[in-house]
């Protein structure tokens, strides 16, 4: 994968005529990780969704380095929030290889995917049987069937139990070792927040 | 599969799986045409000269019926927002979405038209002539209606709402229609009609998906 970096200065959200956040500033490049940390309301999921340029940037810059030009922006990313983008009527398999072929991902991947998540022995279940431990599972099975450089996760490991943590941890893991780059919103403490790549960013929210 | 293929089959998987949904659909079409007889009385020539217009108000409103389900459920489960990082653009996506809205929304009443045909006395080549003009006219019904649900789809009862926004756009749609099926004014007033009908659908149906998107990646913010 291609070198690619993002650079943040003075980057201030305002929704609903209302200061989230204000004046946050990095720079994070491919095999680094940023952690966003802060209590609720400080803004993690508003800039992550700066970030996926879904909210307006009131001020400050977001300068993308290394992106392809021939791609549209958000080709190269991948964003897992709160919602599980999972249509309860498809099977876990459909789900995961519908997302497989929005993304130009690989659909012959699902079923190794699924045995990685644990979810291998649900693959033909309706997505609406699955409990929300695994569905944050399933949403997240969606990074790895289509490889993608840019993860933007907001709390990945919410409902997930201490083995589904652990994935996630391998998995962010593996993914910097490839070069990609994470940033994540998360309460918890990664294992991997230990390791030299990993940056935490502290939100304070609006004053 | 390519990702316009996906969202294609995706969506008229999710139609059959809720079949209930399709049932309501086509039995609110039929109930139209079933009451209005009774509520017209028994003359069968005044029925037959009102039948086109039953016809194209019945799937008016069931189109109207269907409207809500285009966009919401992705909503709220968040696929819109994941629909932002396909390798297909977002209007891309839309397009598709619209085309199996129309195969598992207008096409089933298209199916139900002869139930009706037989409740409003038609005769066959009124027939045929009406499911000519329903082919040719629910693209554009369909097309305004994604972006009147489109727009609304961030409003708690946008249901309502959208019907309100796009009534004044589909008056051209029941006008020509209607004169595709009935027409008493010239020689060739009906394939005059006919050519205007498919003229609307397919400029509708072309640019509605850009409305839509744009509607779409503004709700969002």
Redesign the interface.
């Known amino acids: 994968m291609p070198v690619r970096q993002l650079e943040v200065t003075g980057l201030t959200c305002v929704r609903a005529e209302r200061e989230v956040f204000s004046d946050v500033t990095f720079s994070v490049k491919s095999g680094e990780a940023i952690l966003l940390r802060g209590p609720n309301g400080a803004g993690k999921t508003s800039l992550l969704m700066c970030l996926a340029s879904y909210l307006p940037i009131a001020s400050g810059t977001l300068t993308w380095n290394g992106r392809d030009p021939e791609q549209r922006p958000g080709e190269d990313m991948h964003y897992v929030g709160h919602q599980s983008a999972i249509k309860p009527s498809l099977s876990v398999a459909e789900n995961l290889a519908f997302w497989a072929n929005i993304n130009g991902g690989h659909p012959d991947l699902v079923p190794d995917v699924l045995l990685a998540a644990r979810l291998d022995h649900a693959a033909n279940l309706e997505a609406m049987l699955l409990s929300a431990g695994q569905l944050r599972r399933l949403a997240l099975a969606r990074l790895l069937v289509s490889p993608r450089p840019i993860w933007l996760l907001d709390e990945p490991t919410s409902a997930l139990d201490a083995q589904g943590a652990a994935w996630v941890e391998q998995m962010i893991d593996k993914h910097l070792q490839n070069g990609g780059f994470v940033i994540a919103a998360t309460h918890l403490d990664l294992a991997l927040q230990n390791s030299p790549q990993i940056k935490t960013i502290m939100l304070r929210g609006a004053k | 599969?390519?990702?316009f293929f996906?969202?294609l089959t995706?969506d008229i998987?999710?139609t059959a799986?809720?079949f209930g949904d399709l049932l309501t659909l086509i039995l609110f079409f039929v109930m139209i045409g079933v009451i209005v007889p009774f509520a017209i009385g028994p003359d069968k020539t005044l029925l037959a000269r009102l039948a086109p217009g039953i016809v194209w108000i019945a799937a008016f409103l069931s189109s109207l019926l269907a409207l809500d389900r285009l966009f919401r459920?992705d909503m709220?489960?968040?696929?819109l927002?994941?629909?932002?990082?396909?390798?297909?653009?977002l209007e891309t996506i839309t397009f598709a979405k619209l085309i199996a809205h129309w195969l598992s929304s207008a096409l089933p009443l298209i199916v139900a038209t002869p139930v009706l045909a037989v409740m409003l006395n038609m005769d066959m080549t009124v027939f045929w002539r009406t499911i000519y003009s329903l082919i040719l006219g629910t693209p554009a019904l369909t097309a305004f209606g994604a972006v009147g649900a489109a727009i609304t789809v961030s409003l708690r009862r946008g249901g309502l709402i959208a019907p309100v926004l796009i009534l004044p756009l589909s008056v051209p749609i029941l006008i020509f229609g209607v004169s595709a099926i009935s027409a008493n004014a010239g020689p060739n007033a009906e394939t005059a009609a006919q050519l205007f009908l498919a003229g609307i659908s397919i400029v509708s149906f072309v640019f509605a998906p850009f409305a839509a998107a744009l509607a779409l990646k503004l709700s969002?913010?």
Do not use: P, V
């Not at chain 2, 709220?76 to 696929?79: K, W």
């Not at chain 2, 927002?81 to 653009?89: G, P």
């Open positions: 599969m390519s990702a996906a969202i995706r998987k999710l799986r809720s459920a709220e489960d968040g696929s927002l994941a629909f932002r990082h396909a390798t297909i653009s969002q913010e």
